[in-house]
């Protein structure tokens, strides 16, 4: 896991999402493995990864899922 020293917080719509992750929505029973993750922990399994620009790198579920809870902002690790 990252520190929490490695993260920036950042406004959630500020995230830019490729059209290649749009293009391929995780499996439903990844989902569901983050979901339940998130629920047991209160984080998501992977951590936010985001380049100079916000653009998404990893953490596609952690972002789905914090999307569907409507948060504002959100720890990233910028690269």
Do not use: C
């Not at 439903?28 to 951590?47: A, D, I, L, N, T």
Request: proline share 3%; glycine share 4%; hydrophobic share 40%.
């Amino acid at each position: 896991m990252l520190n929490l020293a490695d993260k920036v917080m950042i406004a959630f719509k500020d995230i830019i999402i490729s059209k290649e992750f749009k293009k391929h929505y995780p499996r439903k029973s990844k989902m569901q493995e983050r979901w339940e993750y998130y629920e047991k922990y209160k984080e998501g399994k992977v951590p936010i990864i985001v380049d100079e620009n916000n653009v998404l790198i990893d953490g596609y579920t952690t972002y789905l899922i914090a999307k569907k809870l409507g948060v504002n902002k959100i720890l990233v690790k910028r690269i």
